[in-house]
């Protein structure tokens, strides 16, 4: 889709050429090219419009009109607005505190539990104790899903079985990691959409009852343009810290990421790349503009 | 003079709405095509009746392409059991659509038996057993990190056996690039088809209504491996529309069946096309 994309631009920039006076409206007619590049790799379309709003200031100013291959400049210029925009100020993971609490929150399916237990096992492998906590009390067997990958890992799995109050079990599950000398303590959490208010509550309130050291809202890297109005509100609702992307071992072009990043301002933090426990990478912001544009 | 062309703005508009459903750049510029041209026969056209137009000409793409076709909880008459695989990629889901839709045909007095043959993510079968006991029918299992074909294969057989009336099969989440993976699903269905050879009856995909372009890469994959024939698309009770599923339909003429509206066992319906479409219109 690169190829695609810089072929598609200097055909439309030499049809130009050839029309005689090269203007801004020319770039602009190209531009139109990288919006729909964009939203076919999912970024949000209003992102898409802002980033491009950028990108041809950027083209007027490099001059890209008179370059031998403008598609190819074109291209260059979009891959490091991209980059940067996901760059920014890189953030690690805060752990401070006596248990560093990490709060996990995200959309149904999405890839918490399995993101709880690749934590747990990459910070246990830090040499940190490490417990998990089991606060999805609706989905079947989600306890029991928690527990299963917390065995794999060799961690232990706070869990109440009877319980039906999120909030409670997730302040006893601190308590019982401060009694037992954890240092992190990483609390999973049911799915939910931005639009169940009840939900939404729910996870407000373990926010408040816990007070995170860290909260992560974990997203699929497959989703479309809904990825910014979940993000949005979650983050209004939780202040989350930083983004989890997962299923990136997919070929979706995850766009999403951008998207979000764009809209939330939060660091991505962490990406989830397969089922096992060790697909688990850090975030870098360059192979995710190649990847939206399909380099 | 009567407007033949619809102004850019407008379009501009229009193409936005699609978008913003996940329609996808491709069927968008196909759909405003076919408002383009339909508009320059009917020669005028008012701002307020293009909404209408363009709600017109998805349904009727829709149509074309069967999507709503074959919508319904019933079973085909004289298939017994009637043999339903269940498959997509991870965690759009396939166990909760199966819950919900045992649940359908359990309360239409159908006789039904569920196939746990995600043996692979954690606690998949106790999931799978806990919607079977919701439901109130038995779930063949042979517990975790077992063969899933060899599990398929009883579920299948216990469905002769019993005369039940549908058996559905669960399927682990897998990911349509993993070639691996995506020859499994082949060869659950060759070991059904050791019972009878028309088995199984309906290959289910089953896709997340927040999905974005992906989805019809995810459609073309399963599609190639299994013969899909029909979709399910879940989370709709959120605020992403599903529309790469017309993309979809158009591309594969792959009837949508059902879709989900909820974590609930009531919380499936069968699709409708107008008001699939009326909710690209919607704020929420
Ligand atoms: N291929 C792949 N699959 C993943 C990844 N992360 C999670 N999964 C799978 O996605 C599915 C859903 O993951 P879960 O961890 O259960 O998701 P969840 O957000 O906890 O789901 P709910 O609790 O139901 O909201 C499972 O099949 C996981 O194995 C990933 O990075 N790659
Ligand atoms: N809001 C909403 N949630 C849903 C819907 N369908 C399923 N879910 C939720 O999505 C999550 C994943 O559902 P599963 O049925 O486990 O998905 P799956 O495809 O079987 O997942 P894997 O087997 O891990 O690949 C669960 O939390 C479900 O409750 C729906 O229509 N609406
Ligand atoms: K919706
Ligand atoms: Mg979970
Ligand atoms: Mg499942």
């Given at each position: ?10 055909r439309?920039?030499k049809t ?47 001059d ?31 752990l ?23 934590l ?13 906590a ?5 989905r ?63 996870i407000?309130?373990i ?60 660091p ?28 | ?21 996940d ?22 056209v ?39 695989m ?8 396939k ?11 359990h ?30 029918v ?5 517990g ?61 995909l ?51 069946k ?27």
């Amino acid at each position: 889709m690169f190829d695609n994309l810089s072929n598609k631009l200097d055909r439309a920039f030499k049809t130009l050429k050839g029309q005689g006076s090269i203007t801004e409206i020319n770039v602009a007619a190209t531009i139109k090219e990288v919006r729909r590049a964009l939203v076919d790799a999912d970024v949000n379309y209003k992102v898409a419009k802002t980033v491009t709003d950028k990108i041809k200031d950027e083209a007027m100013g490099r001059d890209v009109l008179i370059a031998v291959s403008p598609g190819q400049l074109m291209v260059k210029i979009v891959y490091e607005e991209l980059t940067e925009l996901m760059g920014g100020h890189k953030q690690d993971i805060n752990l401070k505190g006596e248990p560093a609490i990490i709060l996990i929150a995200g959309l149904q399916g999405s890839g918490k539990t399995t993101f709880t237990g690749k934590l747990a096992n990459y910070l246990k492998k830090q040499g940190r104790s490490v417990m998990v906590a089991a606060c999805d009390v609706y989905r079947p067997a989600a306890i029991n899903q928690l527990q299963v990958l917390a065995e794999q890992v060799g961690v232990e799995a706070y869990t109440e079985l009877e319980n039906k109050n999120p909030v409670q079990i997730a302040l006893n599950a601190v308590a019982h990691a401060k009694k037992t000398n954890k240092k992190v303590v990483i609390i999973d959490t049911a799915g939910r959409l931005a639009v169940d208010e009840a939900m939404m509550k729910e996870i407000a309130e373990i926010k408040a009852a816990v007070k995170p050291t860290e909260t992560l809202f974990v997203v699929d890297s497959m989703t479309g343009q809904d990825a910014v109005n979940t993000a949005k509100t979650f983050n209004e609702r939780i202040n989350f810290d930083g983004v989890v992307l997962t299923k990136l071992d997919g070929d979706s072009r995850g766009g999403a990421a951008l998207s979000i990043r764009a809209v939330v301002e939060k660091p991505i933090k962490f990406i989830s790349t397969g089922e096992k426990m060790e697909a688990l990478d850090l975030f870098y912001p360059d192979r995710m503009a190649q990847r939206i544009l399909g380099m | 003079v009567g407007k033949s062309t619809v102004d850019v703005e407008v379009l501009d508009e229009l193409e936005e709405i699609l978008v913003h459903a996940d329609v996808g750049v491709e069927t968008t510029v196909k759909i405003i095509d076919r408002i383009e041209k339909r508009v320059a026969r009917d020669k005028y056209v008012s701002t307020s009746e293009l909404d209408k137009i363009l709600r017109e000409e998805i349904a009727a793409l829709l149509e074309e392409n069967r999507a709503g076709d074959g919508a319904n909880f019933d079973l085909p008459a004289g298939i017994k059991p009637y043999v339903i695989m269940v498959v997509g990629v991870n965690g759009v889901g396939k166990t909760t659509t199966i819950g919900k839709l045992a649940s359908q045909f359990h309360k239409a007095g159908k006789k039904v038996v569920l196939g746990a043959a995600d043996t692979f993510r954690a606690a998949a079968v106790d999931q799978l057993i806990i919607w079977g006991e919701r439901v109130g029918v038995p779930v063949i299992s042979h517990g975790m990190n077992t063969d899933p074909a060899s599990v398929a294969y009883d579920a299948v057989k216990k469905g002769v056996d019993t005369g039940a009336d549908v058996v559905i099969i669960d399927t682990a989440g897998r990911l349509h690039n993993k070639v691996g993976l995506m020859n499994e699903l082949s060869k659950i269905k060759r070991v059904m088809q050791k019972i009878t050879a028309d088995t199984p009856h309906e290959v289910l995909l089953v896709l997340d209504g927040s999905t974005g372009q992906n989805a019809l890469l995810q459609a073309r994959e399963f599609t190639k491996a299994t013969d899909v024939t029909a979709l399910a698309i879940t989370k709709l009770d959120g605020t992403a529309k599903g529309g790469v599923v017309i993309g979809i339909s158009d591309e594969f003429k792959i009837p949508v069946k059902y879709i989900g509206v909820g974590e609930k066992i009531e919380d499936l319906q069968l699709f409708d096309k107008n008001q699939f479409v009326e909710s690209f219109f919607s704020r929420k």
